[in-house]
């Protein structure tokens, strides 16, 4: 009886103890099952964040290819309207040109007229029998004061203007008559106003911004630089006791290499992709455009923005190390420098001065024979 009793106590123990490693089992089962579900959910995430991410980034991409192809458009649009702008100016000055010339030869017609009437009244003068010979020096002082002020007003003609002049004020000079001499201070005055002029080869300029338009093709643009980061302290060391130090360097060399964290403090410029580079030449090539028609225009304003903004864009966008860009920016400096604009004189203050001269001899001359008849 007493044995039974064992057995059925040891029997209990034994029932006990496999009860208490089953439930000492559970936990740990339920612990992976929960592990394994953050990892999952952990992946499910990190991948709906990159798809998310990435179509995201595709939409952006989407975005700004399409701003691209509008800004593309655009700038196919104001060059068309600037190719049509210069050919209407350029048909304008042709236009202008022409009729310049029908005036030319109006004038060479009027001056031969003019050379007639004047040797028929030194005919007549000499039939008069007037006490001064030297008067048709002055007549043709005059004449020759007369066509200065045509070539400044009409053709701009600086030079010729000024040796019309110098040559009316040696005629002058030869007549010895002091009653000319504020004649001829007014004649010095209008040289040294048209001295200071500026001379101005419009069609030179224009030429020289064609040029450098052409030019833009040639040009580097400039490569990517990343600016240097200072590299921590590696370097192990020989001496067996510093093995501490070794291995915490040879740790943080590993991190470091894994998965690399630096500061940049510095901007860094991208490379230009082949479609915004191409848009960057043509928008290069619009501003020496621009430039150009300011010049046919004589638009100092617009002239210098348009050579300042190019010389902007090289500048930045191009490598100024290369000889083509050190080239057409000295010429694009040069050019800005150039005065496009002046204003000529309409008249000549000496013409309205000699022809009143001639006028009141005449008068004395006549009124001195009518007095001595």
Do not use: C
Not at 139 to 164: F, P, V
Not at 230 to 253: G, I, P, R
Request: glycine content about 2%; cysteine-free; aromatic content about 4%.
């Amino acid at each position: 009886m007493t044995d039974k009793k064992n057995s059925s106590q040891s029997a209990n123990t034994k029932t006990t103890n496999n009860g208490s490693t089953a439930t000492e089992g559970k936990p740990a089962s339920k612990a992976g099952v929960v592990t394994g579900a953050v990892a999952i959910l952990l992946t499910l995430g990190l991948g709906a964040g990159l798809y998310y991410h990435s179509h995201q980034q595709h939409q952006l991409q989407q975005q700004v290819l399409s701003k691209l192809q509008a800004q593309l458009q655009d700038q196919k649009d104001i060059q068309q309207s600037l190719r049509l702008q210069l050919s209407a100016d350029k048909q304008i000055v042709a236009s202008q040109l022409t009729k310049t010339t029908q005036q030319l030869t109006k004038i060479q017609s009027s001056e031969e007229l003019t050379a007639a009437q004047l040797e028929t009244v030194q005919l007549a003068i000499a039939n008069l029998k007037m006490r001064n010979p030297n008067e048709w020096m002055l007549a043709e002082a005059e004449y020759l004061i007369r066509i200065a002020g045509r070539k400044i007003a009409l053709e701009q003609d600086i030079d010729t203007s000024l040796a019309l002049l110098s040559s009316a004020s040696r005629r002058l000079t030869q007549l010895n008559d002091p009653s000319l001499l504020p004649l001829r201070k007014v004649i010095e005055q209008d040289i040294t106003t048209l001295s200071k002029l500026p001379r101005i080869d419009h069609d030179g300029l224009a030429l020289k911004l064609a040029i450098q338009a052409e030019e833009v093709d040639n040009l580097a643009l400039a490569g990517f630089t990343r600016p240097e980061v200072v590299a921590s302290e590696t370097q192990l060391s020989s001496d067996s006791a510093d093995w501490k130090a070794n291995l915490t360097k040879s740790w943080k060399s590993f991190s470091d290499n894994f998965i690399t964290i630096r500061r940049q403090d510095n901007s860094v410029d991208a490379l230009l992709s082949p479609q915004t580079a191409w848009y960057l030449t043509e928008n290069l090539k619009t501003q020496l455009l621009q430039a150009e028609l300011a010049v046919h225009r004589q638009d100092q304003a617009k002239f210098k923005q348009a050579l300042k903004t190019a010389k902007a864009w090289i500048k930045r966008y191009y490598d100024v190390n290369q000889p083509a860009t050190k080239s057409m920016l000295t010429s694009l400096d040069s050019l800005s420098n150039v005065i496009i604009t002046t204003t000529y004189p309409t008249k000549l203050n000496s013409a309205a001065l000699i022809q009143t001269t001639i006028r009141d001899r005449k008068i004395n001359a006549l009124t001195n024979n009518t007095g001595a008849e």
